[in-house]
C-alpha cells in the first residue's frame, strides 16, 4: 500500500496500482467526472496512470490554475490532428505550450496562411466534441522510431534517436492519431474547452538551427473558458495597436533596416527622447552618490579571457582581427571595464562602497530571428552601474538600490509588480554554504526594503543570485526591467583589492545592477506603455503652435520664441491648410498640446490650447500658458 497525503493534511492509504480517477471514486463519483489531472508530489500525472508511490497528493479539475498549461498542451495535439487531417502529408515536429498559448511546427512543401485558419479551428472543435480519448502508451525505442519512420514523420523519429537510452519512449494516442510526448495529458479531448484562437502563422528553423529544414510555426492561444479568451484578445488587440515599431515610424522616433540588423537609427525626435531619459538618469545617480566613467569599445581577446567572458559569451561576441594579428572584441558588457578603473592605484576601505556608472554602449550577436524592434537589438546602451563594497555593506546598498529602481519606475510611469529572486542554477560556481549566505543577504535586503521577494528556483546567475524587478504596464503586460546581482567572482578573477583596516588586502563584493535594463528596450517599452502619448516631461514635441490663418504667422513664431525661451520643446505649423487637419496629423504624431493661433488670439496676446485626445480648447493668454506647461513638463526629480 501507498500512503497519499491530501491538502487539507489526511492521510490515506491505497494500492500502488491505483490512479487518480479511481482516488476521486473513492471520495465521490461527482468528482472522478470532473477530475482531469494528478499532482503528485508536486509533478502532474495522467488521471488514469497508476499512482506507483505515494506522498503529497491534490486532484486538479480543468478550472484549478494549475491545469491551464495542460489545456495549451492538449490544444497543441488538437491543432496538430487538425492540421494532418486536413493536409495530409504534413509532418508535425514539436509543439508546446508557452506563455499565453502555445505553437505547433510543421513541415509542408506549401506554406500555411491565416486564410487556413477558419477551417483548423473547425476541425479543432469537431475533435474536441469527438471526446476522444488521450491513451498513454509506453514504446520500446527502436519500434516507436520504425513506426514514425513508417508514418512519414522522419522529424519524431530523429527526435526519439536523439534521447538518451535512459529516457522513457512515450507515445499519446487520439484515435487513429499519435504523437510521441513526454505528458501528462487530459483523459479525453473534451477537457480541451473551446476556448482556443489560432493567433499567426511564421517561419521557424528545425530544432533552431538555420542549416536545417525551414518550418511552419502556427502560433495558438488557449484559455479555461471564453471570457478568459476574450480578454486576452482585447489586450492582444490592444497591444497591437501600441507596437512599438508602429509607433516608432508613426512619430518618427527611429527605424531599422537590412543593413544594420539588430541596430537602431535614432531620428531627432527619437534622440529628443532618449537624452531627457539619460538626463533624468544621470541626475538620479549623481543624487544617490554614484561616479559615472567611461570605458572603450574594443578590447583585446586577452582581456576577455581573463575575464570569462570569452569562454562563456564568443558565440554571442563580434570579433575583429587587425593587420597587426590581434584578435579584438566589441565589448558585450561592461562589468569587466569597470573593474580596470577600481584597479588603478590602491583603494581603501574608506573609499567603499563605491558606486560606478556608464551609460555603456556594447554590442552582442544575437541570431537574426530572434531580432525584435528596440526590443532585442545587437547594439544596445545600458544604465549600467557596478557597487565595489565590503561584504557587510552587501545588504544596505542592494537596500538603497531596491528603493532607488523603483522611484525611477514609477517616475517613467510603471509600478514595480513585484521582485524576484533568482536563486542558484544547477551548473553554478561556488559551495551551498555560499549560496546559503549569498541567497539570505538578497532576501534580507528585499525585505529591508519593504518587498517580499518571489522565488525564482534556479534562475540565478553562475556566479551568484540575483533580484530582478517586473515592472507592470498600462494593460497589464508583466515586463522584467532591472536588476541586481551579487558577484564575488568577477573580482576575483581581474584581481580586485583594497586595504581593509586591518591593513590587509581583500577582495570586494561587486554588485552588478541596472534600473533601465538598455535604453533601447525600455524605451520600447514605454512606448508601448503611454502608446506614444507620453507626458508632457517626456515628449519629444511639446507643443505645435498651429496657425488658422496664414496672417497669424508672425504671431505664431512670437508665442513659439517665447514657449522656446521657458525650455519648451515647440514647433509651428504654418502650412496652409485647415487647423482641423493640423489637430488631426499632430495627434497621430502624439504631439500632447496644440497651441492654436488666429486673429483673434493675435489680437489678444492669447492662445487656445488643445489637448492630445480631448476636442475641448481653453484660451488663455502666452503667459499662463508658460506658466501651467513648464511646471507639467517639469521632470519629476526636479518637482
Keep these: 500500500m501507498i500512503d497519499l497525503k491530501f491538502p487539507d493534511g489526511a492521510v490515506r492509504q491505497f494500492p500502488p496500482t491505483a490512479t487518480g480517477r479511481d482516488v476521486a471514486a473513492s471520495i465521490s463519483p461527482s468528482l472522478a467526472k470532473r477530475v482531469a489531472l494528478v499532482e503528485l508530489n508536486g509533478a502532474q500525472r495522467d488521471l488514469d496512470r497508476p499512482l506507483e508511490t505515494g506522498g503529497d497528493f491534490r486532484l486538479l479539475t480543468r478550472d484549478d490554475p494549475e491545469a491551464l498549461e495542460t489545456i495549451r498542451h492538449d490544444a497543441a495535439h ?34 500555411f496562411s491565416t486564410d487556413d485558419f477558419a477551417a483548423i479551428e473547425k476541425r479543432m472543435a469537431e475533435i474536441v466534441d469527438r471526446d476522444e480519448k488521450l491513451v498513454r502508451e509506453v514504446w520500446n525505442r527502436d519500434e516507436a522510431i520504425a513506426m514514425f519512420e513508417t508514418k512519414g514523420e522522419t522529424f519524431k523519429a530523429e527526435l526519439i534517436r536523439d534521447l538518451p537510452e535512459s529516457e522513457t519512449i512515450t507515445v499519446y494516442r487520439t484515435g487513429d492519431w499519435a504523437d510521441l510526448c513526454r505528458g501528462p495529458h487530459f483523459p479525453t479531448t473534451k477537457f480541451v474547452g473551446k476556448a482556443f484562437k489560432l493567433t499567426k502563422v511564421a517561419g521557424a528553423y528545425w530544432r533552431g538551427d538555420s542549416k536545417r529544414e525551414q518550418l511552419q510555426r502556427i502560433y495558438a492561444t488557449a484559455w479555461a473558458n471564453p471570457a478568459d479568451l476574450d480578454a486576452y484578445l482585447t489586450r492582444l488587440e490592444e497591444a497591437e495597436k501600441r507596437d512599438h515599431r508602429k509607433l516608432g515610424r508613426q512619430m518618427e522616433l527611429f527605424h531599422m533596416q537590412e543593413e544594420g540588423r539588430g541596430m537602431v537609427f535614432w531620428h531627432p525626435k527619437g534622440w529628443v527622447l532618449w537624452q531627457v531619459i539619460e538626463a533624468y538618469m544621470r541626475r538620479r545617480l549623481t543624487k544617490a552618490g554614484y561616479v559615472e566613467v567611461k570605458t572603450p569599445q574594443v578590447l583585446d581577446r586577452k582581456f576577455w579571457e581573463a575575464s570569462g567572458h570569452w569562454e562563456k559569451y564568443r558565440p554571442n561576441m563580434f570579433v575583429c582581427e587587425t593587420v597587426e594579428g590581434e584578435t579584438l572584441s566589441l565589448k558585450p558588457m561592461n562589468c569587466p571595464g569597470h573593474v580596470q578603473i577600481f584597479d588603478q592605484g590602491q583603494r581603501s576601505y574608506r573609499e567603499l562602497p563605491l558606486r560606478m556608472a556608464e551609460f555603456g554602449a556594447c554590442h552582442r550577436y544575437e541570431p537574426s530571428g530572434a531580432l525584435h524592434g528596440l526590443m532585442r537589438v545587437r547594439g544596445f546602451t545600458q544604465d549600467d552601474a557596478h557597487i565595489f563594497c565590503r561584504e557587510d555593506q552587501i545588504v544596505e546598498e542592494t537596500t538603497r538600490f531596491i528603493e532607488l529602481a523603483r522611484s525611477v519606475h514609477a517616475d517613467l510611469g510603471m509600478e514595480t509588480a513585484y521582485i524576484n529572486l533568482a536563486t542558484r542554477p544547477e551548473v553554478r560556481a561556488g559551495s551551498d554554504e555560499f549560496w546559503d549566505k549569498a541567497e539570505a543577504q538578497m532576501a534580507e535586503a528585499a525585505r529591508a526594503a519593504g518587498v517580499e521577494p518571489v522565488i525564482a528556483e534556479g534562475d540565478g546567475a553562475f556566479y551568484a543570485p540575483k533580484l530582478d524587478f517586473v515592472v507592470k504596464d498600462a494593460i497589464g503586460r508583466e515586463w522584467t526591467c532591472g536588476t541586481i546581482q551579487l558577484d564575488y567572482v568577477l573580482p576575483d578573477r581581474l584581481g580586485a583589492e583594497y586595504i581593509g583596516e586591518d591593513g590587509a588586502k581583500h577582495r570586494p563584493v561587486m554588485l552588478h545592477r541596472a534600473i533601465l535594463g538598455s535604453f533601447e528596450r525600455f524605451i520600447g517599452i514605454m512606448i508601448e506603455n503611454y502608446a506614444g502619448a507620453f507626458p508632457l516631461w517626456l515628449a519629444p514635441t511639446q507643443a505645435v503652435v498651429a496657425t488658422i490663418t496664414s496672417d497669424a504667422d508672425p504671431y505664431a513664431e512670437e508665442v513659439a520664441a517665447k514657449f522656446r525661451a521657458a525650455g519648451l520643446r515647440v514647433e509651428t505649423d504654418l502650412r496652409n491648410e485647415k487647423v482641423g487637419y493640423k489637430v488631426r496629423e499632430h495627434s497621430v504624431g502624439k504631439v500632447p498640446v496644440i497651441a492654436v493661433v488666429g486673429r483673434n488670439e493675435a489680437a489678444e496676446g492669447k492662445v487656445a490650447l488643445r489637448r492630445l485626445g480631448s476636442q475641448a480648447q481653453e484660451v488663455v493668454s502666452v503667459e499662463e500658458a508658460i506658466a501651467a506647461l513648464t511646471a507639467e513638463a517639469t521632470p519629476p526629480d526636479l518637482r
Design 78 to 111: 488538437v491543432l496538430a490532428q487538425a492540421v494532418q487531417e486536413l493536409f495530409p502529408g504534413t509532418q508535425v515536429t514539436i509543439g508546446p505550450a508557452v506563455e499565453d498559448g502555445f505553437y505547433y511546427d510543421f513541415f509542408r512543401e506549401e506554406p
